[in-house]
């Protein structure tokens, strides 16, 4: 009864091959092939009934199958609660690394979000800058370029000083070309000139109309990349130091928590792995065993009809597949399925919750 054993006893190989990671101790390897040798040794020695030796599918059978699964579910659940009661301690720090964890992904994702929302509202400003910055004399570009380099060279204190005396000297050119006063309009531009290395004195007429055009559509864009606030920082929320466990072995033929905890768990992912792992570890074939008992079949002809009715038709179902009849089954036997369809799917959902069912 190969493939039915190896149903009824597939929480327990879940269990061994998802404990340890690739990081986890190298001795588990040897641990989960005795255990798989050793369920396929048992399981060659059975002669399984055959399908047609199964019992036809009605509307009685599908009934006993479906006492069969609830009960699986609700004794996976009672020894999950159990083996998670044994080792709290575990379970807590487990549960505690995965709220530092979910505190770093929180900040990471708040953090990122800032800086999307400041980047869609500043690209627009900053293609106006970049075009109006295009669209100015070659001369003034070059000159502009040679002055941004200056100021990437400054330290902080002198980029300071200097935004603040262009800032003094564009209020004053402001009130001088509203007053009409010359001279003081003439003596801003060697201030500038000056301070930037840019000189207006042999730049024409046109382009200096040009560059006033650029230079106010700049000031407009500056202002709309000001009134976006201030560019958000990224998060400081350093992600968690791994949480070490007790790794789960194999002690006298049972899986138990190894002495000391030398496995390393470093992600949300190996955590929940992790716990599930401690869920599972204790159910054997305790689950199948007690499904066969409430639906009053045999273990063998429980496991039968539970893999055929799972693997053909629930499994393909929750996939999304077409609700064709699969070969397993006859005509009559495909109208019963159906009409039990949503009993099914939900008892096989219920069956997943638990770790009762795995694929």
């Keep these: 009864m190969r493939f039915s054993r190896l149903t009824m006893c597939a929480p327990l190989l879940l269990a061994g091959a998802m404990i340890l990671p690739s990081r986890a101790d190298a001795q588990f390897g040897s641990i989960r092939d005795r255990l798989k040798k050793e369920i396929e040794k048992k399981a060659e020695g059975d002669k399984a009934p055959s399908r047609s030796s199964r019992a036809p599918v009605t509307d009685e059978y599908v009934a006993q199958l479906l006492k069969g699964f609830a009960a699986e579910a609700q004794t996976a659940d009672d020894l999950a609660k159990k083996s998670l009661a044994e080792n709290a301690k575990v379970v807590a ?7 530092r964890q979910r505190a770093y992904s929180d900040a990471q994702a708040s953090s990122q979000k800032r800086m999307a929302e400041y980047s869609a509202c500043t690209q627009p400003h ?10 100015q004399p070659a001369s003034v570009q070059n000159a502009g370029m040679a002055m941004a380099q200056r ?7 002198e980029r300071e000083a200097f935004q603040t005396k262009m800032e003094q000297l564009e209020r004053e050119a402001k009130a001088a070309e509203k007053s009409g006063n010359l001279a003081e309009q003439q003596r801003i531009r060697g201030e500038v000139a000056k301070l930037t290395g840019m000189s207006m004195d042999n730049v024409s007429a046109a382009d200096r109309q040009k560059v006033a055009a650029n230079s106010a559509k700049a ?4 202002k709309g990349i000001e009134s976006c606030g201030p560019m958000p920082q990224m998060s400081r929320v350093q992600p968690p130091d791994p949480v ?17 905890a030398t496995q390393e768990i470093r992600d949300s992912v190996e955590a929940r792995a992790y716990i599930q792992n401690l869920r ?4 054997g074939n305790q689950p199948a065993l007690a499904g066969a008992a409430a639906s009053g079949m045999s273990a063998g002809d429980y496991s039968l009809g539970r893999e055929q009715v799972l693997y053909f038709y629930a499994l393909p179902a929750l996939r999304g597949e077409a609700e064709e009849c699969p070969p397993a089954f006859k005509g009559d036997e495909c109208k019963v399925l159906k009409n039990h369809r949503t009993e099914i799917l939900a008892a096989v959902k219920r069956l997943r919750e638990s770790g009762a069912f795995t694929l």
């Excluded at 466990?245 to 000391?260: C, D, S, T, Y």
């Design 219 to 222: 000031q407009k864009a500056a």
């Design 151 to 157: 100021m990437a060279s400054m330290s902080p204190e």
């Design 126 to 135: 900053n293609a106006e800058m970049m075009a109006a910055a295009q669209n």
């Design 93 to 99: 720090d487990v549960d505690e690394y995965l709220k």
């Design 244 to 260: 070490k466990v007790r790794p789960i072995v194999e002690k006298n033929g049972e899986l138990a928590l190894g002495p000391a």
């Design 280 to 283: 599972v570890m204790r159910f």
